[in-house]
């Protein structure tokens, strides 16, 4: 085995690329530094490169077609590019010959008797003794290139494909507030805003990371990944449950606050299984899994119920809920509480019956049962009135 086809091969073990495809490069780059100094005009380059002996060969590569006796823009206009500009302004639409990569048939002939229309001509070219020292250069900093293009293109790809799902990654570096994950062939970056509130970033830590956006730069692939996402939660209990992953449990809902607190709303049709039961394990272990996966952020496990109100008496756990009355016209509920559950109902600063709104969809108004039995009586009151006038006015 030739140094050159061991490099190749060395190439294409750390970059994983295919053999043909680095060569296929290496040809591509030959070409054009065999182009830049010794082509001519209106050549059709193409190198044929051999590892092994490390030898190049070259051709001017044409396909046969019919004659065309009149001239066309192409061979009239100098330059390449104002060539191709000045042809797509025909008007017919009709292909033009292009003198660069098409021969016509009776000109074909008479280098190849047995040539017709369709056919690829190719004429070896001489090959100058000083190619390969000028062309060594053009063709390593044209390899360098197209080499971290495939491999750009290679990670875009794999990475694109990941989008919407959660990933393993080791935490790299941080600069600023940008945390930088290390994904195995790509570095992931993490922006403050998708940094759950307080939650350390120790480097050399594994972290579960939701793979929020994959899009192509000027520097290459950039990977967006979150810890705040809703999906994240959703992809963890996919992965932690094996109930969920397999469709006996079904996850309805979920609603977040990125290192606070999280409510999942799951449900079951089979009377065998206990979706909450499940979801939390024995002793807590499945549960613990997943608060540890999100730093340490509680979580509710709801039981999802079609009867709004039920759902919605089961969403503002652990609150104990007196009466649900909900309006279906515009999914507003009216949620009593006793005067010892009102807090507990509403929150820290109302995160409960935020997460319950977010959670069932539904708006909640929460009020505790004096205040709704004070509103009842005021109601009693204004209708007693409103009666006593309407007989005074009859009489």
């Not at 390899?143 to 495939?150: F, G, H, S």
Request: glycine fraction near 6%; hydrophobic fraction near 35%; charged fraction near 35%.
């Amino acid at each position: 085995m030739s140094d050159i086809t061991s490099a190749i091969k060395q190439i294409c073990d750390e970059k994983n690329l295919s053999y043909e495809a680095v060569l296929e490069t290496i040809e591509s780059a030959l070409a054009a530094a065999y182009r830049k100094d010794f082509g001519e005009k209106n050549q059709n380059i193409k190198v044929e490169f051999e590892p092994e002996t490390g030898d190049s060969k070259v051709f001017d590569v044409k396909t046969v077609v019919e004659d065309q006796p009149e001239p066309t823009v192409a061979e009239t206009v100098e330059g390449e590019e104002e060539a191709k500009e000045v042809l797509a302004e025909e008007e017919d639409g009709e292909p033009k010959f292009n003198p660069k990569t098409m021969m016509q048939i009776s000109e074909a002939k008479s280098i190849k008797k047995t040539a017709k229309i369709g056919d690829e001509l190719k004429m070896q070219l001489e090959v100058p003794a000083a190619y390969g020292r000028m062309a060594a250069q053009t063709a390593k900093q044209v390899i360098i290139q197209r080499l971290r293009e495939a491999e750009r293109d290679m990670v875009f790809s794999e990475f694109k494909d990941k989008e919407a799902e959660v990933v393993t990654g080791v935490i790299q570096r941080r600069e600023g507030g940008v945390v930088f994950v290390d994904l195995g062939k790509a570095i992931g970056v993490l922006l403050p805003d998708e940094q759950i509130y307080g939650e350390r970033y120790v480097i050399g830590e594994r972290i579960k990371v939701y793979v929020k956006e994959v899009k192509l730069t000027s520097k290459g692939p950039e990977i967006v990944l979150s810890r705040t996402s809703e999906e994240i939660l959703k992809k963890i209990f996919y992965l932690e449950i094996p109930e969920i992953s397999n469709g006996l449990i079904e996850l309805k809902s979920v609603a977040r606050e990125a290192g606070a607190r999280s409510k999942v709303a799951v449900y079951t049709s089979s009377d065998k299984v206990d979706p909450i039961g499940s979801c939390v394990g024995q002793r807590g272990a499945r549960i613990q899994t997943i608060i540890q996966e999100l730093g340490g952020e509680k979580v509710d496990i709801i039981q999802y119920d079609e009867d709004a109100a039920k759902f919605i008496s089961n969403a503002l756990a652990p609150a104990k809920i007196s009466s649900v009355e909900v309006n279906p016209d515009d999914k507003r509920a009216v949620v009593t509480v006793n005067e010892d559950q009102l807090s507990l109902a509403i929150g820290k600063g109302g995160q409960n019956a935020r997460l319950a709104a977010h959670l069932t969809g539904w708006k909640i108004d929460i009020v505790s049962a004096g205040k709704a039995a004070e509103v009842e009586e005021a109601s009693e009151e204004n209708t007693e009135e409103a009666t006593e006038d309407e007989a005074k006015e009859e009489k």
